[in-house]
């Protein structure tokens, strides 16, 4: 504070004052926090003042303060007052204060846009008029004229005329009002010589959404209210008639009384609004006899999205300084916020002041809490303050719970006892209370002494905890926790984890200052495998340590163990405390060396019997939310299988460094046939706009060898990403493979009656980037396929588009060489094309043309249309019947020579060829929905073919079995499971064994 005084008494005064503890100058006071920062200036008579007082958090602006002392200085001239609240609004004042005997104002005051604390709403309601004070304080008149209480589109007029003195306030009229309805109130409201009055309040059909935005609608009706603090006969006397109209849509109609006086007393109130009813009745006077009924309360009746029905009979009984309630309320289907309720209970018969024997029973169905979901609850309480126990039952979803607890009081202390306490998650070990465990509060202490749960797998959970004053402390212990447990619990499945978890936590905090405390994690010797039946670890490891230290500043970290024989980890990590600071920064290193890299089993499923040696040396800058790491990562000496594939990886390496803003990646893939190489960088590798490159570059390198597909390729890919978008380009040339397509595990089109079973109901879903690809493919002549009639060759080139969410498409087109066995006969591709014109990869236009040579005739297939729709004609030169261009096709000589064992033969050539349109068309009507004929490579000809899809016949089809049987001859057997929870069990295929014996016997 600075006060400057010159010698004409012109002062000038500064002040910044911005938290000054109340209690330094009124040390019984409660704590506050005092705010000063006025800026003023003036001479004996006239002065300015503008800044802002301020009581803790609430701070109010003085804008514009000029004021002049006239009349010999017996009153003060206020030409300008403008106070800005602190939730929103001013307040402008302007005119006299004389103050020669007593404060006598005559001032005028303009409201603008006031916060008046009413109602819970997103929407403030606000108060604008304009108040006229005048008079004296123990007369003051007071005239609120063109005023407004607005909130949002809802807004109402306001007026008050009335008289505030030092013992009472006589309202002589407020009105409130609008175009629909008003509010009137008039009367005293006094305080001195005790608190009494009377005031009257009529509702004509007046909105109270505005004062109470969940409740609109509309309200008349009269209210009375009258009595006198007295404390010799006290009285009162408040009534209520005429409630009509309706609140939130539902109709509203009541009337009640209490009366309480020396000579007479009553109470009676019944509201009835919707399809719930409110009756209080009884007698108020000592001993009470109060009677609450709800004859059933509907929830969507009085709270906006809530649901359900409770009822409700109690009971308020004793003397008014000891009062008991006792009785039942029941709910169905409730539904309120979070919380949906199938069914609850609760029976009562208790003190409402704590003293004295009672009982709580509460029994519950069905209680959903956000994602929380408890099938059945069972509390009960029992006893009084000197003695009471607690049980508790629980079971969910996620498991039950059991506890038994015991208490008591002694005067100002409490001492208790958890007597049992069981946990058991439906998927991992129970964990049970090994004893009893002691709580205390006593003298301003609060203590919960050393308790244990056992699990039934074994390993030990402890925790102590301590309140005392502003200090709080807890300790937690761990200790011979197998390690298969966690993984169980984190929900991962066939992996064998071996080992123990021991820890101890200590935490102690004092007031508001940031939590301190000690880690110390201990890992003995374990391993890590793929299942129980693997007897090679992929990783092992001798005692690895965590330890860290946290004071209210600093945190740091320490790393160390060894990995397998001669492998280990090392690293330390500190900075400030994150507790203080969430942008507390932090510096460290980390050093890793594997000599065994087994473990890459798990993360790359499709990888078998890796070996390798991964290092990395790296330091970490920046922030612990956030750490920058620079330095290197090496995975060297790669060998690997990739069983799918046919592959065995050799002598391959990954590198990638890192300055702590971008990565560099470098990396050697050996597959035994020329090798891949993969370069790439990442630019602002730590930030949220993280952008960067890969390619992929290697000359016939050898991608797959198994009996159904070896194949060398040469790619040049460049993988771009940034700004959530991937674009994949570049070139793909296959100048050498070899493909066995009835040996292939092709792609297969969803069928109809496919049914998509997700068991992770709201697992959170991953948003992956969108991608754009641009791949030229070339097949070179070298490429060759068989299988399904087919043995020659393809090549061409191809340039593929996709994008996410569309189907692939492709430009070019593909040439077919060899020959075609159809019908039984071999036939030579003369001419064989695929065409795409930005057309679906799995659509393209067909133009193949296959024909066999006889002496002196040539006869053939051609194929046109598109792959999804097909077309087949045959042909022969010179031109024939087309009976007779099938002979040379099926039998391999003219019809005139076929004889009649040739007729099936030819006929399902036929059918195949013409006959599929009609039968699909008499199938349809039918109600199959496959229908027709096609070359059987099974059968070695043609077959006919009848299904039905069975989705959506059964609800819930988990297995099918069907036998049928249509002669001695001729059996019929399918057995089909809906889906195969082991992925690793090979799928049956082939003929059942009583399938063979049926086509033995035909």
Known sequence: MQLTVDKDMGWRLATDIRALDSQRWLPDSAPHKLTLALDGQGSSRLFELAGRVGLDEKLIGIEALRAELIEDGSALQLHSLRLLAPDGGSLSSRGRVGFADGLDLDLFSEIEQLVIPVGDSEESLLLTGTLHSLGPLNELQLDLSDGTLQRGDLAAG?????????????????????????????????????????????????????????????????????????????????????????????????????????????????????????????????????NLQLAPLALDDVWPGASGRLTAALRVSGQRAAPRIAGSVNGESLVWADWRIGRIDLDLDAPLDGNGAGSVVLEGKEIHYADIVVDTVDLRLEGDRNRHTLRLALAGELGALQLAASGAATGGDWSGRIDELSLAPKTLPAWTLSEPVELVARDGRMELRRACLQSDAGGQLCVQAEQQSELRQATFEVSGLGLATIVSAMGVEGVQLDGELEAELSLQQRGDSPAEGRLALRLPSGMLAQDEAEERPLLSWHVITLDGELTADTLSLRLGGRLGETGSIAGEFSGGSPLADPEAEVSGSLNLNM?????????????????????????????????????????????????????????????????????????LIDTGGGTLRITGDLANAFGADAAGRLTLRGESVLMADTPH??????????????????????????????????????????????????????????????????????????????????KGGISGRLAINERSGQVATGRGSLSLRGRYRAYGQDLEIQRGRLLFASSPLDNPALEVRAQRKFDDVLVGVEVSGSAGQPQLVVWSDPALDQAEVLSYLVLGRPLRSA??????????????????LLAGRLGARLGFDTFGVADSQALDGAAFTVGKYLAGLVPELRRFLVRQRTSDHVALFAERALRCRDRDRPRESGWTELQRRTLRRF
Not at 766 to 788: C, M, Y
Not at 900 to 912: H, I, N, R
Request: neutral net charge.
């Open 158 to 290: 306001l007026t008050l005329s009335g008289v505030l003195s030092g013992a009472s306030l006589r309202i002589a009229d407020l009105r409130l009002h609008n175009r629909n309805g008003e509010v009137g109130v008039k009367g005293v409201i006094g305080w001195q010589p005790v608190l009494g009055g009377r005031l009257d309040v009529q509702l004509r059909t007046f909105d109270p959404g505005l004062l109470w935005p969940q409740w609109p609608g509309r309200v008349s009706g009269n209210l009375r209210v009258e009595g006198e603090d007295d404390p010799t006969a006290a009285r009162l006397d408040i009534e209520l008639t005429q409630l009509a109209g309706e609140l939130r849509g539902k109709s509203l109609r009541g009337s009640g009384r209490l009366a309480l006086g020396a000579a007479s007393a009553a109470l009676e109130l019944k509201v009835d609004l919707g399809d719930s009813r409110l009756l209080l009745t009884g007698d108020p006077r000592e001993p009470l006899g109060i």
């Open 899 to 916: 004889t009649a064992a040739d007729g099936p033969k030819l006929g399902q050539a036929a059918a195949a060829i013409g006959g599929n």
């Open 595 to 667: 000599p065994a890299i087994g473990a890459l089993e798990l993360v790359l499923p499709d990888l078998a019997n890796v070996r390798g040696t991964l290092s990395a040396n790296l330091d970490a800058l920046g922030r612990w939310r956030a750490p920058r790491l620079s330095g290197s990562i090496r995975l060297a000496s790669l060998t690997a299988e990739l069983p799918a594939l046919g592959l065995k990886l050799r002598d391959s390496h990954l590198q990638v460094n890192s300055d702590g803003k971008g990565m560099g990646i470098e990396g």
């Open 709 to 790: 597909l070896r194949a060398l390729v040469s790619p040049d890919l460049q993988l771009r990403f940034g700004k959530g978008k991937l674009r994949l380009t570049g070139s793909v040339v296959v100048p050498e493979a070899a493909i066995a397509l009835e040996q292939a595990e092709g792609s297969v089109a969803t069928s109809p009656d496919v049914l998509v079973l997700d068991p992770a109901i709201g697992a959170t879903r991953s948003h992956p980037l969108a991608l754009q690809t641009r791949i030229d493919v070339e097949l070179g002549d070298k490429v060759t396929l068989h299988g399904f009639g087919f």
